[in-house]
């Protein structure tokens, strides 16, 4: 479903809620309903949405639904107009519903329509006739409704298309209570900062592999570091939608980056970074005595090494900007940009590297 930008969208909503001439029904009116069916085991929820228009039969509508504090769609389907009425099925869904205050929109838009309809529309009210190019019909509407009048010349003018052109009702459903809504988005952010704490202490933990010769049981590492993904992904998955989304993806890209870091600085001690190591002291310790192949030998196994480096300072970037965001980035958890960058920094004093963030 798409929607006006900025200052016009909230204009045009505006416009549309504003009361009807006298004796005129909404153009759309909506009503919804949330249910849950248990009768085949596997528990699933259902979003029955109904209601009322004055477009006519075979009108095409959208029908979008909107988490609680969200503007994206969480999800959108199709109905169509019959004598007046019109049903549609958001579902099923097997995840959970988390407590909140869900949006449900329908939305006429006239070039959604197929030809035939378009054709059947041009009688309709305002498809036709519009208040900015017809003197009679103008004059009749500023009579009847002087104030909705003005708001259509306002709303043309800056749209540069009539109101009639795109209509929509919208309503509101309420799954739990208020307190059950904050309890939930509460519990959500307390797992998402641990999560990334826990991805810091393990970052710290395998910093020292291929600089100082600490050791790092890596097989448990790398169990508790699955079991961090793991436990991440089935919380995302077990909710059809997030309070903190763009969080809980940042934190998907630092686990991945946390791994391939693990894999560098392992190379780096002990795999073929550290073999790159052993062979350039080897080669430089020839000295003036180096032919041409150890040269260039040297020059390829440092090149190799350098490239090496700097996957790890690369990864170790990007799982120290990551974490910072989805820690106190705009889109993260708490929006402080001075902390997420003292954050980083500190992050990858470890590494021995400086932070890239803005």
Not at 142 to 147: G, I, K, L, R, S
Not at 158 to 177: E, H, L, S
């Amino acid at each position: 479903m798409r929607r006006l930008p900025g200052v016009l969208a909230a204009a045009s909503m505006f416009l549309l809620s504003v009361p009807a001439l006298a004796g005129e029904p909404p153009v759309i009116t909506v009503r919804a309903q949330f249910k849950v069916d248990r009768s085949r085991g596997a528990e699933k929820s259902f979003l029955y949405v109904t209601g009322d228009t004055l477009y006519p039969d075979a009108t095409r509508l959208a029908v979008g639904l909107q988490a609680p504090g969200r503007r994206d769609w969480l999800k959108t389907t199709w109905c169509t107009v019959e004598k007046g009425h019109f049903l549609a099925e958001i579902g099923p869904w097997e995840q959970r519903f988390p407590p909140g205050r869900y949006h449900v929109v329908v939305e006429f838009r006239y070039e959604d329509q197929s030809p035939a309809q378009q054709q059947a529309l041009g009688n309709f009210r305002d498809l036709e006739r519009c208040i900015a190019t017809d003197d009679k019909f103008a004059a009749d509407y500023e009579a009847e409704n002087p104030a909705r009048a003005k708001m259509f010349r306002d709303y043309i003018a800056a749209t540069k298309r009539c109101p009639g052109k795109t209509g929509t009702g919208d309503t509101w459903v309420q799954i739990g209570t208020e307190t059950d809504a904050e309890r939930a988005v509460a519990t959500e952010i307390e797992f998402l900062r641990g999560t990334a704490e826990n991805a810091a202490r393990l970052a710290r933990e395998v910093s020292s592999l291929g600089a100082d010769g600490s050791s790092v049981n890596l097989p448990a590492w790398r169990e508790e570091l699955a079991q961090l993904d793991t436990d991440l992904h089935r919380t995302r998955s077990a909710n059809v939608c997030s309070a903190r989304p763009e969080a809980g993806q940042l934190l998907d890209a630092a686990l991945m980056n946390l791994e391939w870091l693990a894999a560098d600085c392992e190379s780096l001690a002990t795999g073929e970074g550290a073999s790159l190591k052993r062979e350039i002291a080897r080669l430089e310790a020839k000295g003036e005595a180096a032919d041409r192949d150890d040269r260039r030998m040297l020059a390829r196994s440092r090149a190799a090494l350098a490239a090496l480096q700097d996957a790890r300072a690369q990864h170790a970037r990007s799982c120290a900007e990551a974490l910072a965001s989805a820690l106190y980035g705009p889109a993260g958890l708490e929006s402080a940009p001075a902390r997420a960058k003292a954050w980083a920094r500190e992050f990858l004093e470890a590494f021995g590297l400086e932070p890239t963030m803005e």
